[in-house]
């Protein structure tokens, strides 16, 4: 098979083709969010201007076309991470939405006083705060998994946290803050003998390569549109068909009712139970044709083309003196996260802006973990398959130039 061609497929993305600040736009922002092909712009469009409508509720051409297509994403986005049945699919506002929908009504419903929830001490906030939030409620407690100083999860440390209390293991597919992949397979085995039920923020991992989630037995998977060449505003719950039958609704209003009366009302069946009120239909349609580009893509020559980017970019920090790398576990994907000593990350992002480069800076959403690096923040550069071995480049000569400015 012929080697990925990043410089074609960045020719999809028209973001891509733009001068920032004088110079030729290098994007290296993807972890916080990724930028769209033209199919899903072009599929956004079509929907406003030929379909737009409300869904499984019209009685005319709009409306059925409108749902026709709402659906057939749901299926699309069921068959790209391998779940059993499209009705396994929830939309959501995002993966926080997705964490906070399983806390709420999962933990409302089951958790108890003394009950133990474990989450990885590299999590983003959004994967602790909604369990923090219905633990004060019921009297049940969040404690860290430790993490070794290479940015891996220690898994003796995990075994031994594990006991009866515990009741729900929620981890990170892929670190956003440091790009650590995490042996999800293996915590859902471990949280399973335990008795415990596993959720997997699946935020950084979707993007990079298949994610099968039969495979890995998780309980819920959760992560967002727009991490996934898609619109933001959107997101996917992926959980277990008996856990989601079991738990009750986690708002209320149309859609997710079956009949409502003051003498009691019944609720739809999945996946519309946990979806109520108008959807964002566009954005669902969009979904699907990101999902649509990447089934047409060479996947796995672009996760190499990603491993050989972040392989490059890892070299090139080695060699320039005064970076620090934070994050060195040897399973890492397209996430480097570093310091320039002597020089405030803030200042590092100014300075490779108005060169055209595009990073992110401080603490990623994942202060505890910063916390113990003994750091506020970091300098993070993460790639997708459209980047190029230049923009590395272009990355350590802005670098370069920085650091003649501030140290
Ligand atoms: N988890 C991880 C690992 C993330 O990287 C992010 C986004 N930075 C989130 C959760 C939250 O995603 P969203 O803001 O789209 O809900």
Redesign the pocket.
Known sequence: TPAFDAERVRADFPILQQQVNGHPLVYLDN???TQKPRAVIQAIVDYYEQDNSNVHRGAHALADRATEKFEAARVKVADFINAAQARQVIWT???????NLVASSWGRSTLQAGDRILVSAM?????IVPWQLIAQEKGATVEPIPVLDDGSIDLDAFAGLLDDRVRMVAC?????ALGTVNPVQEIVRMAHAAGALALI?G??AVSHWPVDVQALDCDFY?F?S??LFGP?GL?VLYGKEALLEAMPPYQGGGEMIETVSFAGTRFNQLPYKFEAGTPDIAGVIGLGTAVDYLQALDRAGAAAHEAALLAYAEERARATPGIRLVGTAQQKTSVLSFLLEGAHPNDVGLLLDQQGVAVRTGN??AQPIMEQFGIAGTVRASFSFYNTRADVDRLFEALIKARQFLV
Do not use: L
Request: proline fraction near 0%.
């Open positions: 972890a916080a969010t506002r995002g993966t926080t939405e997705g964490v999590e983003h906030h959004s994967n990170g597919h892929v670190s956003n923020d935020a950084q959760v967002s727009h991490k933001t997101g990623h959403c």
